[in-house]
């Protein structure tokens, strides 16, 4: 049972980044998945989650306003998609999956999640 993102790479300021999250060994049906960002010298920061339901999606402010989540049943992923990139969201994203998990402020604290994956490095420079 594992997760495993892809999609990361260099990429240049105001560009697009769609990240995916692909689940093998269990069903993402009854799992919320949350994205988080790591630069080396500071604190992993909760980026986005979306709800075990699919309904419900919560982003940290600084991807308010350019990100969308969502899940991709037939591949058994969640993508992660940000425009307007800059700088500061270079960093190594991972996702991270909770049982029946919700969409609210509390999901950005990466307590309680059951799987981690490994993380896709996102460069964003001139």
């Known amino acids: 049972m594992q997760v495993v993102e892809s999609g990361g790479g260099s990429m240049q300021p105001g560009g697009s980044l769609r990240l995916s999250c692909v689940a093998s060994?269990?069903?993402?049906?009854?799992?919320?998945i949350s994205w988080f960002r790591q630069v080396p010298g500071k604190p992993r920061e909760g980026v986005s989650c979306l709800s075990s339901s699919g309904n419900a999606v919560y982003f940290a402010d600084s991807a308010k306003g350019r990100a969308t989540m969502s899940k991709d049943h037939a591949k058994n992923a969640v993508i992660l998609q940000m425009n307007s990139l800059n700088t500061e969201d270079t960093g190594i994203y991972y996702c991270?999956?909770?049982?029946?998990?919700?969409?609210?402020?509390?999901?950005?604290?990466?307590?309680?999640?059951?799987?981690w994956g490994q993380g896709t490095q996102v460069t964003v420079s001139r």
């Open positions: 060994g269990f069903t993402l049906d009854y799992y919320a």
């Open positions: 991270a999956t909770q049982y029946r998990g919700s969409a609210t402020e509390s999901c950005l604290d990466g307590k309680g999640y059951d799987f």
